[in-house]
């Protein structure tokens, strides 16, 4: 087995969900990550942890959801038991083709997501991480070839990540202490409230509530946002391929859009799919292009991401409710060029330099 | 997608497991029975069932447990608790390495496995249906071409289990009337006590308390054995190839045996494996030769199988203990020739041929 998949387990038990002696683990697998299955399970063994191995496939979920006619049960018990009873969810993406579920309707898509809430909260409340396997469809999906996109995926996970948790630690503080953020760049001038919101480093551990690996990002909860937005970095949504996405936002709202109707199918979703659950800036130098995979564009370095619905508990004060919504969808902006990141006036991030940073102009 | 693994899908769906809407579902997938899974998935969908599905890979087993110190946890809680909340269990067999496991120590696995009992009996619990997809790895195994094994599995499966659930009916109801059943064959003359016995109809469904797909065997608990009796079926028992045992038996137990070491391990196991705990007979005509399976080889008609030890408990009068052993092993002989199976001296198959069935000489 090719060492790199050895040392990618090792980094996912270890260093992101430090996983211990005990602890009951859902390893979720799909069709394109066995080998890096085989290799956390070897991990999880020497740990003596627990695991139960679920199979996660675009094309079962399609197969289930067309042929269901959309009037689905509240959070199964068994699934909903599974998740409550477990510790830590290691979930390895790399499916074989990512548009397996184009033909979904999203309309079911989110009749299925809402009535499992209860279902997705319980998984939520254990240490869960998020990696993938390099595949060849996930290496199509970026326009690279197999040989290029498996480097691409080491590069980005296989860092030093203490180094890079120590540099996020100084823009967590910058933001912990602001109270207004504001983005500009070419059809981007927006400004969001983030006072009395705690900013998370997301370092790729559960030791620091990040929950991707890799990761490599600061983000945090804001609200009030006022301005437009633009969404150059070409992504998938849903199945259906968004770039220049442009949101309109008027007391913390979308009041407008413009770009493909799936934007519009997930604003209808709820009343949080119109408001701000993230915004995130990107730090991780190991990831030098768009990918078309949210896991690892928005933790590129020069890049700021702002998430339509649900925002993350751990930005928020105890006790207080955030965005709540059924969806969590990212959309991602390029600061590389003619852009500034603003905290309460103080230009923090220009061009994709950060201040801190050697060829930061004022 | 071929059209015999959706009618496969229903069979399963529909007529063995009676899945119904609400219903929640475990689908555990082998590594090489993803296309079964998709049609599944389908069946599921459409029935309002809800599955959460799991993988079963045995290089995945294989990692963990040689990683493993062997001090297994017992019954880890989220697994515990999956199966508990299941209603029901498909499991969809078909791996692509029949020996993966290989070199996994025999104790490891019987410690990993006792661990788990109790996980184990919520899954016993469920109504739970084994199957298999047709792989080229279960093809080898049956030293078969694909496309031939292919056919094979689907004329065992796709069957009139109505059809046969009816004729095998007429087979209980004279086992169950009996009180002795006799076996003449080259190398075998062996009688049994079956009197007040239940005969099981394994009808390759849940509403019969049978688990297996395909199924079509009939069986009973019998008790009192004499004679000898010779099992020219070859099989695999505990990784070794076996063929032509011969058991000689007085007073009900086994007293000499010619055969390979692994039969004497297994009869000096208990005082229970030395006894029958099972006599079947083979009823499925779509099974036509023996493919080192169990699944297959103990339902194809024109055989009978006698197993050593544990007796099934739906054979016996409510309250009364029937054979007792930490084994149960099948031991199949072919009928189709020179042989014959007698009910209190009626003779009720010769050569392979029932009563009922034309070409039945007396």
Not at 171 to 193: C, P, Q
Not at 196 to 221: I, Q
Request: aromatic letters at 6%.
């Amino acid at each position: 087995m090719d060492e790199r998949i050895v040392e990618h387990a090792a980094v996912l038990v270890e260093w992101s969900a430090r996983i211990e002696a005990g602890d009951d683990v859902v390893l979720a697998v799909a069709p394109g990550a066995h080998d890096l299955a085989v290799a956390v399970a070897a991990e999880l063994g020497d740990r003596g942890a627990n695991p139960v191995v679920t199979y996660t496939s675009g094309e079962i979920n399609r197969a289930y959801l067309r042929a269901h006619d959309d009037e689905f049960d509240e959070n199964p018990a068994h699934e909903h038991a599974l998740y409550e009873n477990a510790d830590a969810v290691l979930s390895l993406g790399g499916g074989r083709n990512a548009s397996a579920m184009a033909d979904v309707p999203g309309q079911t898509r989110s009749t299925h997501a809402t009535a499992r809430e209860k279902v997705r909260e319980a998984y939520m409340n254990t240490d869960w991480v998020s990696t993938v396997h390099p595949t060849r469809s996930l290496a199509q999906q970026a326009g690279m070839s197999y040989e290029a996109y498996r480097e691409f995926v080491y590069d980005a996970v296989l860092r030093d990540w203490e180094a890079l948790a120590e540099e996020m630690s100084g823009l967590k503080e910058r933001l912990d202490a602001g109270r207004e953020v504001r983005i500009v760049g070419e059809g981007t001038d927006v400004t969001m409230a983030i006072e009395n919101r705690t900013a998370v480093n997301s370092t790729a551990s559960v030791a620091d509530d990040s929950h991707n690996l890799p990761s490599g990002e600061v983000f945090t909860a804001p609200y009030g946002t006022e301005g437009h937005a633009t969404f150059d970095v070409p992504m998938t949504v849903r199945g259906k391929r968004v770039q220049d996405v442009r949101l309109t936002f008027e007391d913390g709202e979308v009041i407008d859009y413009d770009g493909p109707a799936v934007i519009g199918e997930i604003l209808d979703t709820d009343d949080g799919a119109r408001r701000l659950g993230e915004l995130g800036i990107g730090m991780n130098r190991g990831i030098d292009r768009p990918t078309d995979s949210i896991l690892f564009d928005e933790k590129m370095a020069g890049t700021v991401h702002l998430a339509l619905g649900r925002a993350y508990d751990a930005c928020l004060p105890d006790g207080e409710a955030g965005n709540e919504s059924a969806v969590h969808v990212d959309l991602i902006t390029d600061m590389s060029d003619d852009s500034r990141l603003e905290i309460d006036g103080e230009t923090v991030q220009r061009d994709g330099a950060f201040r801190w940073e050697a060829g930061f102009e004022e």
